[in-house]
């Protein structure tokens, strides 16, 4: 069965410094690879996801996350962070186009001004 | 548009009672979930519909029945819960329902039900 590590329960950052997320993903073959981000009281919301085309995918509020196949691992990051990117960051993958996304344990950002 | 709703916002039930928690979406996808996320954890998939059809129950108690009227409703129907079952209940769909490749897999999320069972 595949697993998915996050490294970090809470990662705390200052507001204009570096987001790093760290994800790892234990498959023999590159799974479906994707970031959820999920704000208090809300549901999940698609950050990204990984397409072949591309090692360096691009997502929504200024996020991206990198796929190192010899490493298994899709980090996320953000160059600049913002007071509004305090949320929990969930990396999953899925081993097929639908079915069960396996998460990660979360991440809980916290922004300090 | 992506959007799934999940009605209703909250719900507070008793053991005894039978309720119900609905879900939508109208972006034609195929496969449709339930999820269950306690406080401070990754969700848990319950169920999930495939064209309409039941296609994995990951062992779910028998208290908790889904039901997916067509292909752009989801419902899930309680009886008799434990207060142990008081969590945020989370529907999501996806594009691809197996017989087709559409997507990479993403799958949609609702803004969840708040379940509070007393």
């Given at each position: 069965?595949?697993?998915?590590?996050?490294?970090?329960?809470?990662?705390?950052?200052?507001?204009?410094?570096?987001?790093?997320?760290?994800?790892?993903?234990?498959?023999?073959?590159?799974?479906?690879?994707?970031?959820?981000?999920?704000?208090?009281?809300?549901?999940?919301?698609?950050?990204?996801?990984?397409?072949?085309?591309?090692?360096?995918?691009?997502?929504?509020?200024?996020?991206?996350?990198?796929?190192?196949?010899?490493?298994?691992?899709?980090?996320?990051?953000?160059?600049?962070?913002?007071?509004?990117?305090?949320?929990?960051?969930?990396?999953?993958?899925?081993?097929?186009?639908?079915?069960?996304?396996?998460?990660?344990?979360?991440?809980?950002?916290?922004?300090?001004? | 548009?992506?959007?799934?709703?999940?009605?209703?916002?909250?719900?507070?039930?008793?053991?005894?009672?039978?309720?119900?928690?609905?879900?939508?979406q109208h972006m034609g996808h195929r496969a449709m979930y339930w999820y269950k996320q306690?406080?401070?954890?990754?969700?848990?998939?319950?169920?999930?519909?495939?064209?309409?059809?039941?296609?994995?129950?990951?062992?779910?108690?028998?208290?908790?029945?889904?039901?997916?009227?067509?292909?752009?409703?989801?419902?899930?129907?309680l009886h008799a819960l434990q207060p142990e079952d008081s969590a945020l209940y989370l529907?999501?769909?996806?594009?691809?329902?197996?017989?087709?490749?559409?997507?990479?897999?993403?799958?949609?999320?609702?803004?969840?039900?708040?379940?509070?069972?007393?």
């Open positions: 069965a595949q697993s998915v590590t996050q490294l970090g329960s809470h990662v705390s950052v200052s507001e204009g410094a570096l987001v790093l997320l760290r994800c790892n993903y234990s498959s023999s073959v590159p799974p479906y690879l994707f970031w959820y981000v999920q704000y208090p009281n809300q549901g999940l919301q698609l950050l990204l996801k990984y397409t072949s085309a591309a090692t360096l995918v691009k997502g929504i509020n200024g996020f991206e996350a990198e796929f190192k196949k010899s490493e298994t691992s899709f980090h996320l990051t953000k160059p600049s962070a913002h007071m509004s990117d305090a949320a929990e960051y969930f990396c999953a993958v899925s081993q097929r186009s639908w079915g069960k996304l396996q998460f990660g344990a979360g991440t809980q950002v916290v922004v300090t001004p | 548009d992506t959007e799934v709703t999940q009605t209703p916002k909250h719900l507070v039930m008793g053991m005894t009672n039978k309720k119900s928690l609905k879900c939508e306690k406080a401070k954890k990754p969700p848990e998939l319950m169920f999930v519909y495939s064209y309409e059809k039941l296609s994995i129950n990951e062992s779910v108690p028998s208290r908790f029945s889904p039901e997916c009227p067509n292909s752009s409703l989801l419902n899930l129907h529907c999501a769909s996806s594009p691809s329902g197996g017989r087709s490749r559409r997507g990479l897999g993403e799958q949609y999320f609702g803004p969840g039900t708040r379940l509070t069972v007393t």
